[in-house]
């Protein structure tokens, strides 16, 4: 065989098979709107009471595409008819055909109550008597009311070419939704976002209502100005922050996703082990992986809790540790100085002895600062004193100066009773006792602003140690983290 041949085959191949993916797609979207069609009838039979109809439509909707949200409305449309044990049926079926459903609890209620009203309704029939004219069906019962009434649902169809899109709804940091295809029911605003690796990521907005089938089709262009990343950890659900601590948690491990060509720092830390790190240089259509390796580190943790801790600071060992609470972050294992502070408030501290993979948590209660009145008033009397003082001994003074300056001038010294003598001393002792009060008085006043006036603020400290322990999963080995009172 010679290699034209060869090339005219690979050629032929390549051809139907194009032609086969063409047709393929094309049927998928025909069946899609023949459901569709089914469904916009069946919703509108259901609203009206035809109930009978409805089941058919849903059935033909089922048919032209197998969602399992048809089985259910199939249900409902039968449990408005009564026929309880045809809504069991459906139910069930559509239990089965969706494993992972929101509502199983819910539908296995119904389904149980439903089983037990079909089978008195079936048992009370059998005891009527025999009569040319049909049994009539007893009403429902009282668990059967409480059930409330067997509403159907919209559906939410989410596709892409290619398949195998990972959707998240709402926002990228939650844990996927599901890869498409996808079909289910959703109530309320949302924001679908889709990514696959080597292309474009795609978002649209969406208000689903319970009467409409809304088909999102997405088709995704290739990129190759990006790159793609894939960050695990040993530990899993550890923070990964990229290039800022200060713009919060990107992701959580393990993730996957496009990141912009360039260099990144990337942290992944997790409570009780130490902190990964690492620089990468993202290269445009190219794949990246990061392995985080978590070990137990020799640190602990210390949470401040307590009544206004938003208004309080911090401080470990006199320097800031928080500036304001509530406040949980790590810290060096060791003997530490705790203090908890707030303006016009008493502070509280504490020395804690911190073991490795231990989290302390000091809870405040810090009482008001009492005034300082009973201070001020006694520098005041202090100051009052001693200005009395100084006054009374100038007076002295000046009788003492007017004396000598007589002696000086020639005059005889003053007998002893002169009256000047007598006020001179009595200006003298009373200056010693003004000097003597106003001592007193600053003492008091010093000792008033320093002792420890009021309540003193409480705190109570609780340890609780971290205990780390093997875990298997299906998809994860390694080790989990758990706390122990």
């Keep these: 065989m010679n290699l034209r041949l060869v090339f005219a085959i690979g050629i032929a191949a390549f051809a139907v098979a194009q032609v086969s993916s063409q047709r393929t797609a094309a049927a998928q979207d025909a069946s899609l709107n023949k459901a569709r069609e089914h469904f916009d009838k069946a ?174 089709w997405f088709g995704l262009a290739k990129q190759d100005y990006l790159g793609w990343i894939t960050i695990r950890s040993n530990v899993p659900g550890a923070d990964i922050y990229l290039d800022a601590k200060k713009f919060g948690v990107y992701r959580k491990t393990p993730f996957s996703g496009n990141v912009k060509p360039g260099k990144h720092k990337i942290w992944v830390t997790k409570l009780g082990y130490n902190e990964y790190f690492t620089e990468v240089d993202i290269i445009r259509g190219k794949t990246h992986e990061i392995m985080a390796n978590l070990k137990g580190s020799p640190v602990g943790y210390l949470n401040i809790r307590g009544p206004n801790t938003s208004e309080t600071s911090i401080y470990v060992d006199g320097k800031i540790f928080c500036k304001r609470g509530p406040c949980l972050k790590p810290i060096k294992a060791g003997v530490h100085k705790v203090e908890v502070r707030r303006k016009d408030y008493k502070s509280f501290s504490r020395t804690i002895d911190l073991q490795s993979k231990t989290e302390v948590t000091v809870k405040s209660t810090l009482a008001k600062r009492p005034g300082r009145g009973d201070a001020i008033a006694a520098y005041v009397f202090a100051a009052a004193f001693a200005g009395g003082g100084i006054y009374l001994g100038l007076q002295a003074k000046k009788i003492e100066d007017d004396i000598n300056n007589e002696i000086a001038a020639g005059n005889p010294p003053p007998d002893t009773n002169d009256p000047r003598l007598d006020k001179g001393k009595i200006y003298s002792w009373a200056a010693n006792a003004a000097y003597a009060l106003s001592g007193i008085s600053f003492l008091t006043a010093v000792y008033y602003t320093f002792r420890d006036k009021g309540k003193p603020s409480t705190g109570r400290v609780d340890v609780r140690a971290m205990a780390v322990r093997p875990m298997l999963t299906p998809t994860y080995a390694g080790v989990g983290i758990g706390g122990m009172f």
Excluded: C, M
Aim: proline share 6%.
């Design 43 to 216: 919703q509108t039979l259901y609203k009206n009471g035809k109930y009978v109809e409805a089941a058919k439509e849903f059935q033909a909707a089922y048919d032209s595409r197998p969602f399992a949200q048809f089985l259910f409305n199939i249900g409902a449309a039968y449990e408005k008819q009564r026929k309880y044990a045809k809504a069991v049926e459906f139910y069930q079926r559509y239990l089965k055909e969706e494993p992972n459903a929101s509502d199983r609890a819910s539908v296995n209620k119904r389904i149980a109550v439903l089983q037990k009203e079909a089978a008195r309704i079936k048992k009370a029939t059998a005891s009527q008597p025999t009569s040319t004219q049909p049994a009539t069906k007893p009403k429902p019962s009282a668990e059967v009311v409480a059930l409330g009434e067997a509403k159907i649902r919209g559906l939410v169809v989410i596709e892409s070419e290619p398949a195998g899109a990972t959707i998240y709804l709402d926002s990228k940091k939650k844990k996927p939704l599901a890869k498409t295809p996808w079909s289910g029911s959703l109530e309320g605003n949302h924001t679908i976002y889709l990514e696959k690796k080597g292309y474009e990521e795609r978002q649209t907005k969406i208000s689903p209502s319970e009467d409409k089938l809304v088909l999102l």
